[in-house]
């Protein structure tokens, strides 16, 4: 059937059905046809070559997926670990930002309790210096005890010496010159006038009065011890006898005879005229002063017995304050008093203008 094909001729308008066939129709001993064969080795090996290439391409790149895609396993592992790391480590600075935020808060309620408590010593320092200087006031005002109020004054200079506070320099300043001056006044002691009047006012009641007064007892003689029986009696009885009679010089005239009631009267004026006397020293009256001194001096003088030891004392009490003078004005501490409290007034008003 191949010889019968390859002898049969291609009839008119009937196409080659195969390769064999045209080969055969171009009679491959040819040199076209050899040429033709050689092409077609060369495209067949070509094919063959590339598609190896193309196998090994593959294979490389299946086998570079496969590692890309084991290195992305690990990278995303990596990154996974890396996001945890991350994740921890912000939620430490998170912890740690809000501790030091609670650091910083706790230091700066602290700061503030310290700017409380230094005010609040402050306005403590300041309330105890104001009490100091008004007591010392006090007693300059109605004692007119210097010493007192040079004490209190020298009291709150070291109370502020020891806060030891820059704005206190100013009010150490005005207490500097409180005590200089009283430093250089008068030291007028009314509190001890006043209460050597108070021991005379107490001590009226007890004085005796001049009309009960009694001579003066001689002194007896004593017996000898060699004189007998009789001679002692004898001299007893004739020193009884003796006292039922004296006789006696006065150098003063005779006292007035009160009745009990013109006695207690008298004794309550003696009293008035020596209050009258310690109201004229507080008020610092000289002339109502010795006034009233000097008529209670006249009446105990004419109505007591003045040789009583009692009054005697009381006589030379009275002579004393006759003597002192209570005309003396004591410094006043105003200026120190004013500066403490402008000094607390100026304090709070910056208190209020301060940002809360």
Not at 31 to 51: E, I, K, S
Request: glycine letters at 4%; proline letters at 4%; hydrophobic letters at 45%.
């Amino acid at each position: 059937m191949t010889d019968m094909d390859d002898t049969t001729a291609p009839q008119h308008g009937v196409r080659p059905r195969g390769l064999g066939a045209r080969l055969r129709a171009a009679n491959l001993a040819t040199p076209l046809g050899m040429l033709v064969l050689v092409a077609l080795c060369f495209f067949a090996w070509q094919w063959w070559d590339t598609r190896q290439k193309i196998d090994t391409l593959s294979q490389e790149l299946a086998k570079r997926l496969r590692d890309s895609d084991a290195g992305s396993q690990e990278s995303r592992l990596v990154a996974k670990q890396a996001q945890e790391a991350v994740r921890e480590a912000e939620a430490k600075l998170n912890l740690m930002e809000a501790r030091l935020q609670e650091s910083q808060n706790q230091q700066v309620a602290l700061e503030a309790l310290y700017q409380e408590l230094s005010r609040g010593r402050d306005d403590w320092v300041l309330a105890e210096i104001e009490q100091i200087l008004a007591i010392a006031s006090q007693q300059l005002q109605l004692a007119g005890n210097v010493s007192v109020a040079l004490v209190a004054l020298q009291s709150a200079d070291s109370r502020l010496a020891r806060s030891d506070r820059p704005q206190f320099i100013s009010l150490r300043k005005v207490l500097a010159r409180d005590i200089d001056r009283l430093k250089s006044a008068p030291n007028l002691d009314l509190t001890g006038l006043s209460l050597k009047i108070e021991q005379l006012i107490g001590a009226v009641d007890g004085w005796p009065l001049a009309f009960e007064g009694r001579p003066h007892d001689e002194k007896r003689t004593a017996a000898a011890a060699g004189d007998g029986f009789w001679s002692t009696l004898g001299s007893q009885i004739w020193a009884e006898i003796r006292q039922l009679v004296r006789v006696q010089n006065s150098d003063r005239p005779e006292a007035v005879l009160l009745a009990p009631d013109q006695a207690f009267f008298l004794r309550e004026n003696v009293k008035l005229r020596l209050l009258n006397a310690r109201l004229a020293l507080l008020q610092r009256d000289q002339s109502g002063y010795r006034q009233d001194i000097r008529a209670a001096t006249d009446w105990i003088g004419r109505h007591f017995d003045t040789r009583a030891k009692p009054v005697a004392n009381a006589m030379s009490t009275l002579k004393q304050l006759a003597a002192a003078g209570v005309s003396v004005e004591p410094p006043t501490l105003a200026e120190s008093l004013a500066a403490v409290r402008n000094f607390k007034t100026s304090r709070e008003i910056s208190r209020d203008k301060a940002p809360r």
